[in-house]
């Protein structure tokens, strides 16, 4: 499967994006997806998931009740809601297709990322 993420940009402190990564090529309503980012000097880490019909969620600590990540499995395409966003939220942020909502191991190769960087 191909993955091409976008809608990342510099906001504020306190400010909103809106990502959006779309799944293309060998995908299977099986799948759940998940966000995952990476910060200049640290490891990828898990961010949010959910399942193919949108009915599950899982989200890491650092972004429950500020970050929403939902999907449209007619488009095969998950978005990432953030609001709130701190300085600690810069990162490349990358999707992911996976087994189960609840197990964020990638299954596909990484795309290129969308860069989302929020300044003070």
């Known amino acids: 499967a191909q993955l091409v993420e976008s809608g990342g940009g510099l906001v504020q402190v306190g400010g909103s994006l809106r990502l959006s990564c779309v799944a293309s090529?060998?995908?299977?309503?099986?799948?759940?997806m998940g966000w995952f980012r990476q910060a200049l000097g640290k490891e990828r880490e898990f961010v949010a998931t959910?399942?193919?019909?949108?009915?599950?969620?899982y989200y890491a600590d650092s972004v429950k009740s500020r970050f929403t990540i939902s999907i449209d499995n007619r488009k095969n395409t998950v978005y990432l809601q953030m609001n709130s966003l701190k300085p600690e939220d810069t990162a490349v942020y990358y999707c992911?297709?996976?087994?189960?909502?609840?197990?964020?191991?990638?299954?596909?190769?990484w795309g290129q990322g969308t860069r989302v960087t929020v300044s003070s």
């Open positions: 992911n297709l996976l087994n189960y909502y609840n197990d964020p191991r990638p299954l596909t190769s």
């Open positions: 090529g060998r995908t299977r309503s099986t799948y759940a």
């Open positions: 959910i399942n193919w019909t949108g009915s599950m969620t």
